[in-house]
């Protein structure tokens, strides 16, 4: 059974980083997609950033771009989204997701298309 737990979260002021860690374990995860989405208060469940975990190849959200960065390591089974330059509109409650396809074209940003969720981590970024 995968289980995907999340951690990192926190308050920040505006301008200031994070950097959120989300440690599978269950399955091995060569072949998988792994993701980052966020929901804020009253709003769906948004797309972040997507890493192919057996190429690295990454995918962002228009809004994110150049502010975050996806990555995993390997050996800790372990995806991290490291956020700089936060603003207020980054707060939201994020979570880290998995899916057993190589996501291709709109896959990447389709909730449905990842099998596994964390239980997410809270952002909360003051201005």
């Not at 929901?39 to 959200?61: D, H, L, M, N």
């Not at 994020?94 to 099998?115: F, Q, R, V």
């Given at each position: 059974?995968?289980q995907?737990?999340e951690?990192g979260?926190?308050l920040?002021q505006?301008?200031?980083?994070?950097?959120?860690?989300c440690?599978?374990?269950?399955r091995?995860?060569?072949?998988?997609?792994?993701?980052?989405f966020?929901?804020?208060?009253?709003?769906?469940?948004?797309?972040?950033?997507?890493?192919r975990?057996?190429?690295g190849?990454?995918?962002?959200?228009?809004?994110?771009?150049?502010?975050?960065t996806?990555?995993r390591?390997?050996?800790?089974?372990?995806?991290?989204?490291?956020?700089?330059?936060?603003?207020?509109?980054?707060t939201?409650?994020y979570?880290?997701?998995a899916?057993?396809?190589?996501l291709?074209?709109?896959?990447?940003?389709?909730?449905?298309?990842?099998?596994?969720?964390?239980?997410?981590?809270q952002?909360?970024?003051?201005s």
């Amino acid at each position: 059974q995968v289980q995907l737990v999340e951690s990192g979260g926190g308050l920040v002021q505006a301008g200031g980083s994070l950097r959120l860690s989300c440690v599978a374990s269950g399955r091995t995860f060569s072949s998988y997609t792994m993701g980052w989405f966020r929901q804020a208060p009253g709003k769906e469940r948004e797309f972040v950033a997507a890493i192919r975990w057996s190429s690295g190849y990454t995918y962002y959200a228009d809004s994110v771009k150049g502010r975050f960065t996806i990555s995993r390591d390997n050996a800790k089974n372990t995806v991290y989204l490291q956020m700089n330059s936060l603003k207020p509109e980054d707060t939201a409650v994020y979570y880290c997701t998995a899916s057993p396809h190589i996501l291709t074209g709109s896959g990447w940003y389709m909730k449905d298309a990842y099998n596994y969720w964390g239980q997410g981590t809270q952002v909360t970024v003051s201005s």
